[in-house]
């Protein structure tokens, strides 16, 4: 039988083995594209065996899923810390966008995957999708429950609605990624800079502090 130690030792070293053939399919994908991203090809970045990523995948489906829940669950860790830190409804809209951009510039090679996976790649050979375009709604669905609670509470205007500004500040935040990809010199710190004013000046009425 095997002892808890070795079990807990066991999945431990499975884990960190599937997190490197998603990094790996991830940055195969920004690099050569994901038609191109085979896994004999993500498989020889790493150095293993194609038939390494057979154990831990089911399929290239099956992988491609996980890279897309990797990143999706990266930004929200990298994001909502940062948000929940402000004490008040400006700065915590204003983290909201500047996180959002921030980890799209840390993490460039995510966002030319996803984009990728997105043009060529959303639907698994049985007709499934990878990547649900509901997952925007919700991001949008979520922005404005937040605009909304805080007007409620007087930190921003009552006069603007909450569910159009949602999907706007969405809209500025989700086409960078495209932008990245057409674009690899884009400035999305100037850009940042420039939005951040914009929603700032729209939904509190004044200038930046």
């Known amino acids: 039988m095997v002892s808890e130690p ?30 191109q991203a085979s896994l004999a090809r993500i498989a ?3 150095g293993i ?12 489906d099956d992988l491609i ?7 999706v669950e990266a930004g929200r860790a990298y994001i909502l810390p940062r948000v929940f830190a402000e004490p008040t409804g400006p700065a915590m809209l204003r983290a909201y ?24 790649g959303a639907f698994t050979t049985d007709g499934g999708r990878r990547v649900d375009g509901r997952d ?3 991001a949008a669905h979520l922005l404005q429950e937040q605009l909304a609670r805080l007007q409620a509470g007087g930190e921003l205007r009552s006069d603007f609605d909450p569910g159009l500004m949602a999907v ?4 500025a935040i ?3 990624p495209h932008r990245l990809v057409l674009d690899p010199d884009f400035d999305i710190d100037k850009y940042a800079k420039e939005i951040v004013n914009v929603f700032d000046r729209a939904t509190r009425g004044g200038g930046t502090q």
Do not use: C, P, W
């Open 168 to 171: 706007v500040i969405r809209a």
């Open 65 to 71: 899923k996980q890279v897309v829940i990797d990143v």
């Open 136 to 138: 925007v709604d919700v």
């Open 97 to 120: 966008i500047e996180s959002n951009l921030a980890f799209m510039r840390e993490h460039r090679n995510y966002m030319v995957a996803v984009v990728e996976i997105l043009r060529n």
């Open 6 to 35: 070795e079990r807990e030792q066991r999945t431990f070293i499975e884990t960190a083995r599937r997190k490197q053939i998603v990094g790996a399919a991830i940055d195969t994908i920004a690099e050569v594209g994901y038609g």
């Open 174 to 176: 989700d086409v960078v």
């Open 44 to 46: 020889a970045r790493i």
């Open 49 to 60: 065996s194609k038939g390494v990523i057979s154990y831990h995948f089911a399929s290239k």
